[in-house]
């Protein structure tokens, strides 16, 4: 029987972190979980989102049922779990003792970006909203837990040359490169979680990794302070980037 591989990749909300779940979808030996700690965290941190009752019916609400789901048996014929995760969604109190049966994996993208992205959907901002500073405790826990240092990848490097630098991180990971990471059909996915209508407009449309961004967007205000705040923990990341 061949082995299952899974692989937890944990992301800040506006990171890629959808296009890189249809990447990792597009393998045909795959089967994927978007943001299953999402109802979880709504639940536990007392916060409210866009289509909160849709969420909250299409998830477990218990943090130790969603860990245990992390290492469940697969559908016939996969062999490989992709895991998309936020960060922000890993509250202190949320267990962690499943992390040793997967791989893992960051996606980091400048905070400057994330910002301009976040604010087209959501109100309100702050540092923890986007992941940042909660995304390097969680790499140094996982690190801990582990004893080995999760490989980074950086949302603008993979849209500058998207083979490449996917095909270091399946390296990184022990899985071998696929080309059909490259490209996906237009649409919704089964995997997409009830979410989607609110956030993944932009991904619905895709058929592939988008061009290269351009100039990083110029914050003020609150904006530009919760982006200064963020940067340090974003540059330490990427000191680990494959």
Known sequence: MTDVIRIAMWSGPRNLSTTMMRSF?????AVCVDEPFYAAW???SGEVHPMQEEILASQPTDPAIVAKDMLAPLPPGKTLHYQKHMTHHMLDSFP???????????????????????????????LEAIGVPQQERLYREIMQRTGTPPPVVDSDRILADPPEVLARLCDALGIDWDPAMLGWAP???PEDGAWAPHWYDAVWKSSGFGAPPGETPVHTGRAAEIEKEALASYERLLENHV
């Open 42 to 44: 709504l639940v536990a």
């Open 96 to 126: 962690l003792d499943w992390v040793g049966g997967v791989r893992h994996a960051f996606l980091v993208r400048h905070p400057g970006r994330v910002i301009a992205s976040y604010m087209k959907k959501m109100d309100s901002l702050s």
């Open 25 to 29: 979808g597009a393998r045909p030996e």
């Open 187 to 189: 649409g919704p996915k």
